[in-house]
T-cell receptor
Framework: KAGVTQTPRYLIKTRGQQVTLSCSPI?????VSWYQQTPGQGLQFLFE???????NKGNFPGRFSGRQFSNSRSEMNVSTLELGDSALYLC????????????FGEGSWLTVV | GQNIDQPTEMTATEGAIVQINCTYQ??????LFWYQQHAGEAPTFLSY????GLEEKGRFSSFLSRSKGYSYLLLKELQMKDSASYLC?????????FGSGTRLQVQP
């Protein structure tokens, strides 16, 4: 059974640009969560989607957004990139969300220059 | 991580036993996870405790006390490959909330 797949793995963007990251969950998993990981802040929760609806949201500005498609695949978008957005963005999937084990993808390394 | 505390760094010797502690605020608690993360890699699931007590899985064991808001991860017969960060996370009402992680260095 394939794991959580994230694309792209590595990318470099310029300040002010926008970026879209993609995540394909484990087959059968309907909950997809996104996390930002930086050395200083650790793993910070961005948002969670379940059945195409955003069910939970962390404390990030509106520049961070996401969506989920009918096949449970998810994308997250960051607009007007700032240097501080440089981080590892991790996607995780589970069957139904809170209370279930979540499984992480390899992550997308974003560098903003 | 918000409301979760764990030591920043620990060092132990190959073959020894190490205990990594985690404390958390008990409101809205549903369960406690431990993940292992090697440098440059994604976190991988180690254990999940929802009831009080000790759960053993080979060389790794995890303990939970819900009334005390306390958990620990016990690693026995340490190997060099156990050098990694260990993340404690609890399932609150909204989402899985992670601690900042404990970086474990295993020395020969």
């Amino acid at each position: 059974k394939a794991g959580v797949t994230q694309t792209p793995r590595y990318l470099i963007k310029t300040r002010g640009q926008q970026v879209t990251l993609s995540c394909s969950p484990i087959s059968g998993h309907r909950s997809v969560s996104w996390y930002q990981q930086t050395p200083g802040q650790g793993l910070q929760f961005l948002f969670e989607y379940f059945s195409e609806t955003q069910r939970n949201k962390g404390n990030f500005p509106g520049r961070f957004s996401g969506r989920q498609f009918s096949n449970s695949r998810s994308e997250m978008n960051v607009s007007t990139l700032e240097l501080g957005d440089s981080a590892l963005y991790l996607c995780a999937s589970s069957f139904t969300g809170v209370g279930n084990t979540i499984y992480f993808g390899e992550g997308s390394w974003l560098t903003v220059v | 991580g918000q409301n979760i505390d764990q030591p920043t760094e620990m060092t132990a010797t190959e073959g020894a036993i190490v205990q990594i502690n985690c404390t958390y605020q008990t409101s809205g608690f549903n369960g406690l996870f431990w993940y292992q993360q090697h440098a440059g890699e994604a976190p991988t699931f180690l254990s999940y405790n929802v009831l009080d007590g000790l759960e053993e899985k080979g060389r790794f064991s995890s303990f939970l006390s819900r009334s005390k808001g306390y958990s620990y991860l016990l690693l026995k017969e340490l190997q060099m490959k156990d050098s990694a960060s260990y993340l404690c996370a609890h399932t609150g009402r909204r989402a899985l909330t992670f601690g900042s992680g404990t970086r474990l260095q295993v020395q020969p």
